[in-house]
């Protein structure tokens, strides 16, 4: 049943630029061939109920800055996934390595064929534990390197990741994610975290988040979200989850799958909007269907 043009508005008003989101679960493949012209959004979308029809264009209806756009394409993305895994090592985060190490491998155990994980620890400045693989046993030797000293540079440590790791890959590469497992603290980076987060939007990048308790326990950040609030707004921002450190099992179940199962693209040519502003994305579907995207485009500004 689709929604009726003034449901749509009243969700919008009631809902503002908010996500829909709701557990994955499994539906049968859309197919067709993307159009790669005009804009393409990452999509996470799943039926809440029994039905098995297909999710379609005409199921989904999409707005920038309140306006609502043309959908020309919506197909299931088969492609393997290709995750980065990022751990914050710094001294004093509130998990220690060998619960870090866990929280990693978890991933390991679930990737599907076809599926390689990237491993980063990071304080301040990012290195290298595993580049690609989907070995676990080589994964898990690679984790005897983890250790925890000096301050987080997450976001300068994000922006290094995204331009040295996964930039490189695209654009053949399409279903790219960060999973961060970190309480979202920064103490020293030279980038603002709002730079950091659109160039995460630009690139299509989703981050999931596997949330280690705040070691500042709320405090106020000058220039900057608060610990807790910059985990929320990488994940809400690009289309991710936050899940806590202690269900990374279940967070890694849960990503996996969804990359393998629920995760579509989607095309549009936007209008009555201008590229060099920042437009609000907002995306809704028929009742009993669950979506999920980043929530803005930034500025094609240099």
Known sequence: MK???GKICWLFLVFGLSLTCANAQSRRSVTGTLDTDGTILNVVASRTTDAKDPIKTENLFLYENGIEQKIKNFSFDPSPAKIVMMVD???TVRADVEA???ATMEF???IFDGDQLFVVGYDEKPEII?????DAKKIETSLATFRKKGNSYLFDSLNATVSEILLPLMPGTRKTAIVLISDGLDRGSKLPFEKVLANLQNQ??????LQIPDRTGGAFRRNQPKAGDVITQLAEGTGGKVFPIEEA???AKFICDELKKNRYLLNYLPTNTSSYDARRVFLIADEGIAVRTKNAQPPNVK
């Open 89 to 91: 090592n710094s001294q």
């Open 204 to 209: 299509n990048i989703t981050v999931y988040a």
């Open 3 to 5: 929604f009726s043009a």
């Open 130 to 134: 595993q580049e690609w693989s989907d």
């Open 108 to 110: 390991a155990y679930e």
């Open 249 to 251: 099992q279940t967070a």
């Open 100 to 102: 870090l190490k866990r």
